[in-house]
T-cell receptor
Framework: DTGVSQDPRHKITKRGQNVTFRCDPI?????LYWYRQTLGQGPEFLTY????????KSRLLSDRFSAERPKGSFSTLEIQRTEQGDSAMYLC???????????????FGPGTRLTVL | DAKTTQPTSMDCAEGRAANLPCNHS???????VYWYRQIHSQGPQYIIH???NNETNEMASLIITEDRKSSTLILPHATLRDTAVYYC??????????????FGKGTKLSVKP
């Protein structure tokens, strides 16, 4: 399968614990995005990387959240001191950006569903 | 980016055309209309996009009004597998921009046998 993959698919944790999610984008894609989706809502943008550089962060990304893409390939999203309000689906997407006049369709992974007890 | 308004839900009979409307009355001249859909328990999937002209691909057709203040996504022969939430998104540009998508709540389309 050459699509976007995310691991784990489900995570249950207790309040106050740290969790880390991984996203493997489509191999030739230089752009990687993280979104969060709560029940009944559309996905909300969290942050975006072009290669290894984190170029934009949403105000939703509090200081308990950190994302990395160290080698410009896979990315990790860490949430420290989880709160019940962090329970959501965390989606990763990748695209091939920087093509002048070209459409950079975003391909989404299946998501990681986080439940904070 | 301009905001969009979509009906909360719609039903469609299997085999019939599904017409999903979207209002984007504040759209700017350089903003594109994108449609994504999200089948239950999956990530969103790109369907189609357009600027001014009507567009068609293997999945759907996109009809944009002349004033560009609204559009309609058409699934010509809906199947049960088309049951999903459909998102209409208006965005400034593509290609060179960072391109993060701003999703609303979308329209939940239920295709019934």
């Amino acid at each position: 399968d050459t699509g976007v993959s995310q691991d784990p698919r489900h995570k249950i944790t207790k309040r106050g614990q740290n969790v880390t999610f991984r996203c493997d984008p489509i191999s030739e894609h230089n752009r990687l995005y993280w979104y969060r989706q709560t029940l009944g809502q559309g996905p909300e943008f969290l942050t975006y990387f072009q290669n290894e550089a984190q170029l934009e962060k949403s105000r939703l990304l509090s200081d308990r959240f950190s994302a990395e893409r160290p080698k410009g390939s896979f990315s990790t999203l860490e949430i420290q001191r989880t709160e019940q309000g962090d329970s959501a689906m965390y989606l990763c997407a990748s695209s091939l950006g920087g093509v002048a006049g070209g459409f950079n369709e975003q391909f989404f992974g299946p998501g990681t569903r986080l439940t904070v007890l | 980016d301009a905001k969009t308004t979509q009906p909360t839900s719609m039903d469609c009979a299997e085999g019939r055309a599904a017409n999903l409307p979207c209002n984007h009355s504040t759209i700017s001249g350089n903003e594109y209309v994108y449609w994504y859909r999200q089948i239950h328990s999956q990530g969103p999937q790109y369907i189609i996009h357009g600027l001014k002209n009507n567009e068609t691909n293997e999945m759907a057709s996109l009809i944009i009004t002349e004033d560009r203040k609204s559009s309609t996504l058409i699934l010509p022969h809906a199947t049960l597998r088309d049951t999903a939430v459909y998102y209409c998104i208006v965005r400034v540009s593509h290609g060179g921009s960072q391109g993060n998508l701003i999703f609303g709540k979308g329209t939940k389309l239920s295709v019934k046998p």
